[in-house]
């Protein structure tokens, strides 16, 4: 006697019905960029260090006229440097194209003693660039390093040449040399890269805890004659069956089967899924540096918890972001801002960025921080008028301290040498 052969693909077809099992594939995991690009998790992870960064603003201190501040509004330097910072997180690097009136064209080096204007700045991420030459001479410094960059421009369709004095880079993270894939030494490593690999891990944890909701009370329909009537093909009866009893369950909520048949329904644990959701969240957030609080808008769990020591963290974060790629790229703009001959006379030689405390703090806390100051102004002062009119110190020489200080409203002399084009052409 030949035993009955028990087709798999018909039980799928009779128990899901046409088009079930393609609803079961996994679909195939997006990029990075594409992700970002569909918002939620993956664009809060790249944008809120970025966005936070410049999101207080700067002092520029010596700008007395606030002359480099109003240049700094009316290019949109601040957002965007954010802009090419976020790149530089997700794909590790982005960079700032200057437009600028020096009588040259965008393949030849800034004329910093002809620079007339800055008419805009654009951003761009470091896959829209490549190295077209590199200087040649190895008795120089820059030797080795791009000199010319061919630059895609999308919207346009079209490639340029660029020279490297025209961009202002924010690189990514440090990464190994060996580890690059192109001739562009500033390349970095996305920050973001580990983070989207939690963010797919969660994404994916949260559709399972949704199927183990969906299939807590599980329906058990024992149908006599089922294997028979698959292999008889008679699939779409069996289909029709199951459907029947589903609907008239939802109508009535109740179920009448025949009597050779069984129906049951099975309650199923859902114990521990919101434990592992939150160590997802936990986990993301570790890769990532985003207290949980700023990715889930979630408030810090346990007796006592405040945040605080997340919230540490992810201000070095920022910090590190504003320091180490923002700051100089800022630095190389507003030397050539005061460079401007529209600005000859205007701006000051000397300046400093001052950026905005991250953290706002509240008016005790402001009193208090001022209440240290004063009794530390207070003890300095008492030290320098207890040896003044010694053999120590003169009473010169101490005002020239204090004047150094700033204390007082006494404001420094400043010898800083070198005027705003001679630094914008280091720069």
């Not at 002062?381 to 006494?410: C, H, K, M, N, P």
Request: hydrophobic fraction near 40%; glycine fraction near 8%; include cysteine.
């Amino acid at each position: 006697m030949t035993t009955p052969t028990f087709h798999q693909d018909g039980y799928m077809d009779a128990v899901l019905g046409a088009g079930g099992i393609a609803a079961l594939t996994s679909a195939i995991g997006q990029s990075d960029a594409a992700m970002y690009a569909e918002g939620g998790l993956p664009a809060r992870v790249v944008d809120l260090p970025a966005d936070n960064a410049v999101k207080g603003g700067i002092t520029i201190t010596g700008d007395t006229d606030g002359v480099i501040l109003a240049e700094i509004e009316r290019l949109k330097v601040l957002p965007l440097l954010a802009d090419a910072a976020r790149w530089a997180r997700l794909r590790g690097g982005g960079c700032l194209l200057l437009i600028v009136a020096d009588g040259g064209l965008l393949r030849d080096p800034m004329n910093v003693d002809r620079l007339d204007t800055i008419h805009e700045l654009r951003v761009y991420v470091i896959d829209d660039l490549s190295v077209d030459r590199s200087y040649n001479n190895p008795n120089e410094i820059n030797y080795g390093q791009p000199e010319l960059y061919r630059l895609s421009v999308r919207g346009a369709g079209t490639q340029v040449l660029v020279h490297e004095s025209r961009l202002v880079e924010v690189p990514g993270d440090p990464m190994p040399a060996s580890m690059k894939q192109d001739s562009i030494p500033w390349r970095g490593r996305a920050a973001a890269a580990r983070a989207f690999r939690r963010i797919r891990d969660y994404i994916d944890s949260v559709g399972l805890a949704r199927e183990i909701l969906r299939r807590k009370q599980q329906a058990v329909h024992k149908m006599k004659g089922m294997a028979q009537a698959i292999q008889a093909q008679q699939e779409e009866m069996i289909q029709k069956r199951l459907t029947m009893v589903d609907q008239a369950r939802g109508v009535r909520n109740s179920v009448a089967v025949d009597a050779d048949d069984d129906y049951d329904i099975r309650d199923t644990s859902v114990g521990g899924v919101n434990q592992i959701l939150q160590e997802m969240q936990i986990a993301l957030s570790a890769e990532s540096g985003i207290p949980v609080t700023l990715l889930f808008g979630r408030s810090p769990g346990g007796q006592n918890a405040t945040g605080d020591a997340d919230f540490e963290g992810y201000y070095n974060l920022v910090e590190q972001l504003r320091s180490l790629r923002m700051q100089p790229a800022l630095e190389r703009i507003i030397s050539l801002i005061c460079a401007q001959n529209t600005m000859a006379g205007k701006a000051p030689d000397n300046w400093t960025v001052v950026w905005s405390p991250l953290k706002q703090l509240t008016q005790k806390e402001l009193a208090d921080i001022g209440k240290t100051k004063a009794e530390t102004l207070k003890i300095e002062a008492d030290a320098v008028a207890a040896i003044t009119g010694t053999s120590a110190l003169t009473e010169d020489e101490a005002r020239d301290y204090i004047q150094q200080r700033g204390l007082f409203g006494l404001d420094p002399d400043d010898t800083t040498p070198g005027t705003a084009k001679t630094y914008a052409a280091q720069t």
